[in-house]
Structure formats: structure tokens, C-alpha cells
């Protein structure tokens, strides 16, 4: 089991551009998360999925933001255009009940 | 508003001693209360699923305790070592499923 892929690790881009960040899930984990981490906010939900449908996009900061998962075993997060604040960690999690949650090991987003 | 507190924010504790902390969230609508480790530059790592009253939890030298009824639950280290250094995070899950993070025990360990 190779865990929760996400990719790119590390993205660099400028303010204006768009950036997808891309999410391989465990297979047969039903719910999957984007969250946000930054040091002023911590983790912040930003969509979850169940089975691939969108349940809750509440915390998608503005319109900049969408999300997809199009089967089970991909989900990507789209920001366009992108700004600088959007710099910040992103995570991709999983949910197993019984174990907890399995995160990704990140993208780390910097918007220059 | 749901809330989940975590104290102390941070902790520091000397190398072989024992140390705990707190997580305290709201006492209705319980469903599960997770404790997850997260080092620096690595993701949260998941430590213990926690679901019934008086449930005691036990990896190595870490162990947790659940309080339903009051809202609480404690994480203990035994014998502090090096690689324990991490933040310490809990998270609160209610009835419905939304997920609540605290905020996390940031805990050095003093060789």
C-alpha cells in the first residue's frame, strides 16, 4: 500500500497562473479531503468527497478554488488564478474509521 | 461553535522523563476522538482512534485515555526520547461527522 499520492511535492508559480494539485487516494478509503495548512491557520477543511461526490465545499476560500474527483482513485484541486496567499500546504486525506485518517505527504504551494 | 482546546500549547520535557497533555472538546453529540503525530516537515501521522468511554489506548511508550462525559482525553509518554519531538494533535469527531482539529501540543524533548 503506497499510502495517499499527491503530487507535485514542491510547485512554485507565479501570481496569475493557474496550478493543479493532484491526488492519488487508498484504494477503498470512501471519503476523501482537501485540507490547507498555514502557520496563521492551521489545518483548514477546504472540500471533502464521498464515494466522489462532492458533500461539503464550504470552506473553499472564493471561486478561485474548485475541486473534482472524477473516479475513485483521483482527485485534483484546481486554484486559478492563483495569488500569493494562497502559498501554504495542501493535503490530500483519507478517511479509514477505523484507523484515522491518512494524509499525503503535501504539496507545499508557493505563489510568487 | 464546537471546540476543541489542547493544552499546554507547548512542552518542553527533559529526555526520560514522563509527560502528558490535554485534549478537551465537547462532551454531547460524540462519536470519536482521534490523536495523531505530526513531525516537523512530514504529515500527521494517525496514533489512535478513540470511540467508547473509559477507552485506554496503547502504542509503546504512548498511551491515551477517553472521557465521554466529561470531554476530555489525556496522551501520555513514557520515557520521553528524542524522536517523540513532534506536535501533538487531536481531533474531535460530533454526531455528524464534522471532523474539529485542536490546535495541537508542540512537544521538544531536551536531550
Known amino acids: 500500500d503506497a499510502g495517499v499520492i499527491q503530487s507535485p511535492r514542491h510547485e512554485v508559480t507565479e501570481m496569475g497562473q493557474e496550478v493543479t494539485l493532484r491526488c492519488k487516494p487508498i484504494s477503498g478509503h470512501d471519503y476523501l479531503f482537501w485540507y490547507r495548512q498555514t502557520m496563521m491557520r492551521g489545518l483548514e477543511l477546504l472540500i471533502y468527497f464521498n464515494n466522489n461526490v462532492p458533500i461539503d465545499d464550504s470552506g473553499m476560500p472564493e471561486d478561485r478554488f474548485s475541486a473534482k474527483m472524477p473516479n475513485a482513485s483521483f482527485s485534483t484541486l484546481k486554484i486559478q488564478p492563483s495569488e500569493p496567499r494562497d502559498s501554504a500546504v495542501y493535503f490530500c486525506v483519507t478517511d479509514n474509521s477505523n484507523y484515522g485518517y491518512t494524509f499525503g505527504s503535501g504539496t507545499r504551494l508557493t505563489v510568487v | ?111
Open chain 2, 1 to 111: 461553535i464546537l471546540n476543541v482546546e489542547q493544552s499546554p500549547q507547548s512542552l518542553h520535557v527533559q529526555e526520560g522523563d514522563s509527560t502528558n497533555f490535554t485534549c478537551s472538546f465537547p462532551s454531547s453529540n460524540f462519536y470519536a476522538l482521534h490523536w495523531y503525530r505530526w513531525e516537523t516537515a512530514k504529515s500527521p501521522e494517525a496514533l489512535f482512534v478513540m470511540t467508547l468511554n473509559g477507552d485506554e489506548k496503547k502504542k509503546g511508550r504512548i498511551s491515551a485515555t477517553l472521557n465521554t462525559k466529561e470531554g476530555y482525553s489525556y496522551l501520555y509518554i513514557k520515557g520521553s526520547q528524542p524522536e517523540d519531538s513532534a506536535t501533538y494533535l487531536c481531533a474531535f469527531i460530533p454526531s455528524n461527522y464534522q471532523l474539529i482539529w485542536g490546535a495541537g501540543t508542540k512537544l521538544i524533548i531536551k536531550p
